[in-house]
Structures are given as C-alpha cells and as structure tokens.
C-alpha cells in the first residue's frame, strides 16, 4: 500500500468520526499489518499530524484535519497594558485577554468589551492601584455590581489562578482558548454566557479551532469546576 492510498484509506474510514484514539489508529493499521510495531503507529501519527491530515485535541485523542489555533492578535489597548504590567512588575505570572473575543463564539454578539489582566492573588491589589495610576477606567473584579456591559473599556483586575494555559505573544502573556473557555463557563461574573448559550460558544470553538481536551480539564480541575466541564464536553460530543 503506497504512502497516499493509505492516506485515504485512513481519511476514509475516519471520515465520519467526531474523536478518533490513539488505541483507533492502532487497530487501523494492524488490519492490515497486525505484527507492526507500536512506534511504527506512533511515527505514522506524527506524520499525519505533519502533513495536516490529523489534528491533537489531546492526550492520544485527534481529528481529521490540520490544527487550527485561536490566536487573535492583541489590540493597542492590550498591549499598553500587558507592556505596563510588564515592567513595572517584570517578576509576576500574568494573562491578558478581552471579552470581545466571545463574538468569535457567541449566537448573541456584545456591542461593548472589556479587557481582564489576570495576576498572582498576592499583588492584585498592587497591580490595580499602579493601573489606576497609568489608565482612566481599572475596577477589580471583586467589586463589580451590575453587569459587564455597564463598564465598557474597563480594565478588570483578576487573580491568576495557577497553572493557568497562557500563551505568548508580542512578548504578553495571553489567554488561551482552553483558558477563555473555562472562565466564561465558570467565572460569575461571566454569567450572562452561561446556562444554553455555554454549549453555542463550545460547540463553535470546537468545529472552528483546535481546542486540548486535556487542557480544558486540566485547568478546569485548578478551579474545581472539572464536572461543569466535562458535563458541557459530553454534550457537545452528542450532538
């Protein structure tokens, strides 16, 4: 069997297949050769993954098609704030990332946007006062009242929860799709995209981006929030 006609072999059989395992893969190619080696499997994976036809959404878990990150480019606005963090507090773990991305997902698209900087919980109060020196609108999060939409252009301030999936960019720190997900299913003050709209939002991310499943848990499990996770992961996978 040449190179390309199991290429379509594989596309063909896993064609309709939401989630595809490592254990699946596997057994495709021990029909054919059942004495092949493990990492002879493992080599032709990588090479799927390489070539676009396979995408990791997880530990041993994949989908046909090539990776496609969310990775939207920070605005000046976040930058300014990312690059003040930075110096003026270059030793402390930070995330960045803006409601407005929540358009990318969302059946109900928001007309306003706020940006939130996630920090160590020992400096939040240091880094929200050094903001409200530097910028006009800075709340922490601890004393919002009402809803999100009433404070347009504010910068909320956060505590970072550990081991959050960040990732860099421009030299900031930004959130992750993962990251964005969990907190928008979870965080209170993010509830107005709770109850049904949650299942539109993941279902979106999901066919539209490659979203690791295990760093969804992983993350989620840091907030205690694993079953609401997992709940909305299982769903998503019914439909």
Same mark, same amino acid.
């Given at each position: 069997m040449t190179e390309k006609t199991d290429r379509y072999s594989f596309q063909e059989r896993f064609g309709k297949s939401d989630i595809i395992t490592l254990k699946d893969i596997d057994s495709f190619y021990r029909e054919t050769d059942p004495s092949i080696p493990g990492a002879t @499997?493992?080599?032709? @994976?990588? *090479? !799927? =993954?390489?070539?676009? +036809? #396979?995408?990791? +959404?997880? /530990?041993? !878990?994949?989908?046909?098609? $090539? $990776?496609?990150?969310? *990775?939207?480019? *920070?605005? =000046?606005?976040? /930058?300014? +704030?990312g690059q003040f963090v930075g110096k003026r507090f270059p030793f402390i773990s930070y995330c960045l990332w803006d409601l407005s991305c929540v358009n990318y997902f969302s059946r109900h698209l928001i007309d306003f946007n706020v940006r939130f900087i996630d920090v160590e919980r020992d400096v939040v109060d240091s880094v929200y006062y050094a903001l409200k020196e530097k910028f006009a609108k800075v709340m922490s999060i601890r004393n919002l009242y009402g809803h999100l939409s009433d404070f347009d252009n504010t910068v909320f301030v956060r505590p970072l929860v550990t081991e959050s999936p960040v990732r860099k960019a421009d030299g900031l720190f930004m959130a992750? !799709? $993962?990251?964005?997900? @969990?907190?928008? *299913?979870?965080? /209170? $003050? #993010? @509830?107005s995209f709770q109850e049904n709209e949650i299942y539109t939002i993941f279902g979106t991310a999901f066919e539209k981006y490659t979203v690791n499943r295990n760093t969804l848990i992983r993350y989620a499990s840091r907030k205690n929030k694993k079953d609401e996770i997992e709940r909305i992961i299982n769903y998503i996978d019914r439909q």
């Open positions: @499997v493992n080599w032709r @994976v990588h *090479a !799927l =993954v390489q070539s676009g +036809i #396979l995408r990791r +959404i997880g /530990k041993g !878990l994949y989908q046909l098609g $090539e $990776e496609q990150p969310f *990775a939207p480019k *920070a605005d =000046v606005g976040m /930058k300014k +704030i992750t !799709l $993962e990251k964005m997900l @969990v907190d928008m *299913a979870t965080d /209170k $003050e #993010l @509830v």
